[in-house]
């Protein structure tokens, strides 16, 4: 069946093929510092982290590799505090992790080697890519693909993601509409309190008037 492709959604497929599936991070270690960040995951979502560290070196006055340098990264569920990831890792390298459950995952990288007064600059590279932990089960290896073939499993991917980045908001949304409803049904109730207090306390000071009154002969 024959069908036309419009000059738009070619620019869409194309665009779309372009965006990156990975960010990426840089930031300096000062001794034993210990530098987070946080990620916001949905469920089931492997993670893959490749990362670089670099050691300053005063003699050639650059960051140079280390292989003395180790590096621990840990990662834990918010604001739980369940430890999904701890290991301790060479100068350069990858490390991975699958999100158990969604929400906010906090990522914390520091180096082992550095004691509490060491002075040691270290420049740390990554590079983040997250993805459904069932795209890798289904992948096929890339040397058995056409290039078309190879751009539609792309798409797939990026397709998939917003799914699953729908799906999270999705999930978000429900949260704060029960916390709002909740939020509603609390205020409710203490303004019905706050009037029951006020009714009673204006009857009793009216019955109090009432006496003194009654006990002055004015009424």
């Not at 340098?69 to 739980?80: A, K, N, R």
């Not at 590079?127 to 290896?141: G, K, M, N, Q, Y």
Request: aromatic share 10%; proline share 2%; charged share 25%.
């Amino acid at each position: 069946m024959a069908f036309n492709v419009t000059r738009w959604t070619i620019c869409l497929l194309v665009l779309l093929s372009i965006l990156p599936s990975v960010f990426g991070l840089h930031f300096y270690l000062e001794g034993s510092e210990q530098k987070c960040f946080t990620e916001e995951l949905p469920k089931e979502t492997m993670v893959t982290g490749d990362y670089t560290a670099e050691e300053w070196n005063e003699d050639k006055q650059k960051f140079v590799q280390n292989k003395d340098v180790l590096i621990e990264v840990l990662v834990d569920e918010l604001p739980d505090g369940n430890r999904v990831f701890s290991q301790k890792l060479k100068p350069q390298g990858q490390f991975k992790f699958t999100s158990a459950e969604s929400g906010e995952h906090a990522i914390c990288v520091f180096a082992t080697n550095a004691g509490w007064f060491s002075s040691t600059k270290i420049r740390f590279t990554l590079d983040l890519s997250i993805r459904d932990i069932l795209e890798d089960a289904t992948e096929a290896p890339e040397g058995s693909l056409s290039d078309l073939a190879l751009r539609v499993r792309e798409l797939n991917h990026k397709v998939g993601d917003i799914l699953r980045e729908q799906s999270f908001l999705r999930e978000h949304e429900s949260e704060f509409r029960d916390k709002s409803e909740s939020t509603n049904g609390h205020t409710v109730t203490w303004t019905i309190v706050q009037l029951v207090v006020l009714a009673v306390t204006c009857a009793w000071q009216m019955r109090h008037l009432r006496g003194f009154f009654e006990s002055r002969k004015m009424i």
